[in-house]
Every structure is written in structure tokens, then in C-alpha cells.
């Protein structure tokens, strides 16, 4: 009778469980699941700051907070179908707040990369910005727009729209210039990233996004073993300081011929002045696309975890940086030290220093035009 007894009571629990509605696994990974959201929630410059949460449909998962719009984490399913955490960052504000040097995530804006000597003349004025990396001027200045709140709506489950309105001669840029960045997850577990802007005054604009990438995993140790292809036969070489030349080189037979797919540490430690001035890869290619459509402009492959990530965009250029200024002293949101090199940025771009560069395509924005472009940044697995 007991025996009968316990039996009919495991069948039923074992029925009742079968009831249960099955939770579906997180995308995220535990330490992204682990981040709390009050740590974003403060004040800044008068204006809310939160941690928002994306998730896509086929296994996708984004948060962004409205401070520099920021990526903080992108999980996106592994060789294994295990969430993998492909973006460095921060699991608090403040240290987005109080380390602003590596722009993990950022939008960037108004002028993504660097205008040399800090200045440049539009329409015969001459305008000055501050310099803040050597006599340069880097992404926009001190208090660019990775390191200002921007309003946020959140339009669906898998989208979110951030906008900013940069006043007349913030940062020393001239033009009232409203811009929007929208981030979509899309069914192809795409992120793809909308910039637009307008201006009452003519401007100068480069707007990017500065994620710092490890395919294996943010915190792994390096990105020299993922392999690249960049659609690119030349780049803009540049000085001592990072500002280009002025000439375009074709890449074929330097370290920077990516056009067949090749480890990132083959040749990054090559005896090459251009490696040489920025301490590995940190260089603007040409894109072999010249129609301001999306197309493919780069695919990278971790070999460990599996997962590949396309890069798609309409600009004429690419920043490859391999993260040569990391030392260890950034700690991510798992706890784990961002040591050199493990991690790897692509930042679609106008080339650097084009307001000083007449022959490079143009980065001015005149009243009456807008801005506009795409950039998609799709993953899948290699088996
Ligand atoms: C630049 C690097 C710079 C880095 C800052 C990149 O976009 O090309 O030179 O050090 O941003 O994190």
C-alpha cells in the first residue's frame, strides 16, 4: 500500500512538472543576467540614465544604456548554442563615467576619429577644437557624445531609438545639430545600427560606434588568433601622430592585406613603420565599395568559440584597431582584467582628418541635407 502510495505521488509530481510552462533559456550570459540595472539608474548633467534590455528572436540579446548610448553587452549564441558576451564593458555608470579613454560601446560623434592639429576651416571660418590626444583631437573631444545622456525610446522588444541634440559650437563644432542613432536586433541576429543628423549650419560629421569586440568571449585573453577579411585593397597611411598622409596605398604585400582571410597576429608584429606608429593595427581602410550602399565590408571568425561576425556598411572607410592601449587596468563586467590586444574595434567611418583633406569624400553637412547611414553587425557560427 506505502509502495503504491509513493509511486502514485512520484507519477503525479513527475505530470505536474511536465505542466509547468517551460521558462525559455536566457540569452544572456551569467554575467550579463548578474548586471543590475539600478547600477546605470543615477542623475547625470540633470538627466536620467538607465540600462536598457533588447532581445532578439533567434537568440540575440542586447543592453545599452542612454549615457553615450552605449553598447554594454551583445550575447549571441555560440558553435554550441552557448550565450556568448562578445563586447567589452562595464557593469556600472560610474565607471563609464570616470574611464571615458576607451569609449567601450560608445556612439561617437560629432567627429569620430582624429582632426589633426585640432582645428580645421569650413566656408573660410576657422574653428578650434580642444585637443585631448596629443596636438589631435579624438572622437569628438573631452565631452563628446559617448560622454553625454541621450533621450531614449524604446520602440519594440528588438529596438530602441537614442537622440541628442548637440548645441552650436559644442566641443567647437559649429551648427545646432539633432541626431538620432537607432539600435535593431534583427531576425538574422544582426545589430544594426541607424545614424541620422541635420544641422541649421554647415558642419563637419563622422558619426560611429566604438565596440571593442572579442569573438571568443569578452575577457578572453586575445583576438591575434581570430581570422579577418576586410573588402579593402588600400588604407590611408598616416604619421607619428595617427593623421593620414593625405595619400591612399594599396595594402597589397604589407601586414595590412586582409582581403583573404588571415589570423590578426600573423603579421601585426611586423617590422612595418605604420605598426610601428600606432602599436599594431589602428588604421583607416578603404572600402572597396563605392556606392554608399550596404555591402560586406569585413568578416571576422573566432576559431574557439565559433562565431563569426559580418560587418556591413555604406562609408567609404574602416577603423581596424586592435586594442594596443589596453594594459590590464580595465576591469570588465565579469571581473575579468581587458589586457593589449584582446579585443578588436570596426568602426565604419569617413576617414580621419577629412575636414583638412579636400580629396577625401567629404564629411560636411549643409542645412537642408541629412545624414544618413546603416551599419549592421550580423553574427552566426561556423561549425
Ligand atoms: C582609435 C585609437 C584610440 C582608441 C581609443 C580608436 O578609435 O583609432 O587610436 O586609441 O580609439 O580607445
Known sequence: MKTSLTILSLVLTVVMMSCQPQSKPSVFTPAVQKINPEKFAQTVDGKQVKLYTLVGQNGIGLKVTNYGARIVALCVPDKNGKPTD???????LNDYINRPQTYFGAAIGRYANRIGDAKFTLDGVNYNLVANDGKNSLHGGPKGYFAVVWNAKK?????????YHSPDMEEGYPGDLDVTVTYELTPQNGLKIDYKATTDKETVLNLTNHSYFNLSGEGSKTILDHVMMLNADSITPVDSTLIPTGIIESVTGTPFDFTKPTP????????????KYAGGYDHNWVLN????DVALAATVYSPVSGIQMDVLTGQPGIQFYTGNFLNGQEIGKSGKPYERRSAFCLEVQHYPDSPNKP???TTTLKPGQTYQHECIYRFSVMK
Open 86 to 92: 562578445v563586447v567589452l564593458g562595464y557593469d556600472n
Open 289 to 292: 565599395n563605392k556606392s554608399n
Open 264 to 275: 590578426i597576429g600573423e603579421r601585426i608584429n611586423a617590422d612595418n613603420t605604420q605598426l
Open 155 to 163: 520602440l519594440s522588444d528588438s529596438k530602441i531609438q537614442f537622440t
Open 359 to 361: 580629396q577625401f569624400p
